[in-house]
C-alpha cells in the first residue's frame, strides 16, 4: 500500500466552526514580470478581514518581493486577478497576499483561521491546484498522526500537525487542510516527505 506522509502548520486556538466552500482555494503563480517563464506555483486560501481580502498560502510558493515580481492568483470563480505581497515569513512558513477584485460571497472571514487541534486518527480534506493544472484537486482520506510534529521543518513553528494518507501533488502547497469531522481550518500544506521502502526506490510526495 502506499504511504504518503506530508505536514501542515496550524493557526489559532478553538473558535466556532465555519462551513467550508472549496471555491475559497486559489492558484498562485509568482514570477519575475518580465519573465513569466520562470514562474512559482502554488495554491492558497481566500479569506476576508473587515472590507479587505486576502490570500494565506505557504512562503515557499512565491517570491518574496513586490517590485518587479507579478503575483497572479486564479480559480474558476475568481478568472485572474493581479495581487500583493503582504508579507513572507520563512521562519513560520507562511505567507500573505492581497487582492483589490470581487472575491466569493462565500469567502470565509479571518476567525475562520482559529481552528482547534485535532484529535490523533481523525480524518482531513487536502485541498489544492497541481503545478500543471487549472483544476482544483481534494482528497478526503488523510488521517491526523501527530498534532506536534517534532521534524524541525519550519524553525518558528515547532507545533506541525503532521498527517499521512491521502494523496497531495507538488503545486498543492499553500491550499488548506479542512477536518472531516467539523469542517474547522487545520492549517496550510507546507512541506514534502520522503517513502522510504526497503527495496524501492523512495518516493517523494507533498
Known amino acids: 500500500m502506499k504511504r504518503i506522509l506530508f505536514t501542515l502548520f496550524g493557526l489559532g486556538w478553538a473558535y466556532g466552526a465555519l462551513a467550508f466552500d472549496p471555491s475559497s482555494v486559489v492558484k498562485i503563480i509568482s514570477h519575475p514580470c518580465n519573465d513569466h517563464l520562470r514562474f512559482f506555483a502554488g495554491s492558497g486560501l481566500v479569506f476576508k478581514e473587515e472590507n479587505r481580502t486576502?490570500?494565506?498560502?505557504?512562503?515557499?510558493?512565491?517570491?518574496?518581493?513586490?517590485?518587479?515580481?507579478?503575483?497572479?492568483?486564479?480559480?474558476?470563480?475568481?478568472?485572474l486577478q493581479e495581487a500583493t505581497l503582504v508579507q513572507a515569513d520563512w521562519g513560520t512558513g507562511l505567507a500573505l497576499l492581497e487582492i483589490n477584485g470581487p472575491v466569493p460571497k462565500t469567502a470565509p472571514s479571518i476567525d475562520f483561521l482559529n481552528a482547534s487541534l485535532p484529535e490523533v486518527n481523525s480524518s482531513a480534506t487536502a485541498y489544492g491546484f497541481p503545478f500543471r493544472s487549472e483544476e482544483l484537486t481534494q482528497d478526503n482520506t488523510a488521517r491526523v498522526l501527530q498534532v506536534k510534529s517534532h521534524r524541525g521543518l519550519i524553525p518558528l513553528a515547532p507545533e506541525m500537525i503532521e498527517l499521512v494518507g491521502g494523496f497531495v501533488e507538488y503545486g498543492m502547497s499553500g491550499g488548506p487542510?479542512?477536518?472531516?469531522?467539523?469542517?474547522?481550518?487545520?492549517?496550510?500544506?507546507?512541506?514534502?516527505?520522503?517513502?522510504?521502502?526497503?527495496?524501492?526506490?523512495?518516493?517523494?510526495?507533498?
Do not use: M, W
Open 54 to 79: 486576502y490570500i494565506l498560502t505557504s512562503e515557499h510558493v512565491l517570491l518574496h518581493a513586490n517590485r518587479n515580481i507579478c503575483h497572479k492568483v486564479t480559480s474558476s470563480n475568481l478568472g
Open 177 to 206: 487542510v479542512i477536518s472531516n469531522s467539523n469542517d474547522t481550518f487545520l492549517g496550510v500544506l507546507s512541506h514534502q516527505a520522503f517513502q522510504l521502502v526497503a527495496s524501492h526506490p523512495s518516493q517523494v510526495v507533498e
